[in-house]
């Protein structure tokens, strides 16, 4: 079995990366918490999945806590991992939100979404040093999915391709 986690900030791009292994033909599942990382490996194991690809981030609560446990725990049992951490400046992040007028996971009461980006980086900071690190402050939607196909070694080429282009005057 092949496993590509993704994880890391909320509005930094996690969504587009899971969709590009989506298309690609991977079993994909988002906002897994983190305590159940292990046992929907094992599982779609069983049901013979060759590739799986999960979002675990900050939307599962305190549970991303235990996720570093968990990824040596499926290293251990010889799966084949890749971890993509996405990331992105708080400013960038703060216009990201302020476009698409979501609420950030953290943003309850009076926190402002700042403070909700900062309490995040704090509870991602350990994850951020395990996985493969990319800065999307700077990257655009196809960049980024670019990356990941590249990343993963994606070939969605099927055979033979042509193309044709003709003009005239």
């Known amino acids: 079995m092949q496993l590509v986690l993704i994880s890391g900030m909320s509005g930094s791009g996690k969504s587009v990366a899971l969709n590009v292994l989506e298309d690609a033909g991977y079993f994909c599942v988002d906002n897994l918490p983190a305590l159940l990382l292990a046992s929907l490996v094992e599982q779609l194991k069983h049901?013979?999945?060759?590739?799986?690809?999960?979002?675990?981030?900050?939307?599962?609560g305190a549970s991303i806590a235990a996720l570093p446990a968990e990824l040596r725990s499926i290293e251990a049992s010889g799966i084949a991992m890749r971890f993509i951490f996405c990331d992105a400046r708080d400013e960038v992040l703060i216009q990201r939100f302020s476009e698409t007028r979501r609420r950030h996971p953290l943003a309850a009461g009076n926190t402002?979404?700042?403070?909700?980006?900062?309490?995040?980086?704090?509870?991602?900071?350990?994850?951020?040093?395990?996985?493969?690190?990319?800065?999307?402050?700077?990257?655009?939607?196809?960049?980024?999915?670019?990356?990941?196909?590249?990343?993963?070694?994606?070939?969605?080429?099927?055979?033979?391709?042509?193309?044709?282009e003709s003009f005239g005057f």
């Open 47 to 60: 049901e013979n999945h060759e590739r799986v690809a999960v979002a675990v981030d900050m939307r599962s």
């Open 112 to 164: 402002t979404l700042a403070e909700a980006i900062a309490l995040e980086r704090e509870a991602l900071e350990t994850l951020s040093m395990m996985g493969h690190h990319i800065d999307t402050s700077h990257l655009r939607a196809n960049a980024l999915r670019a990356f990941v196909k590249d990343f993963v070694a994606l070939d969605e080429r099927q055979g033979l391709t042509l193309l044709f």
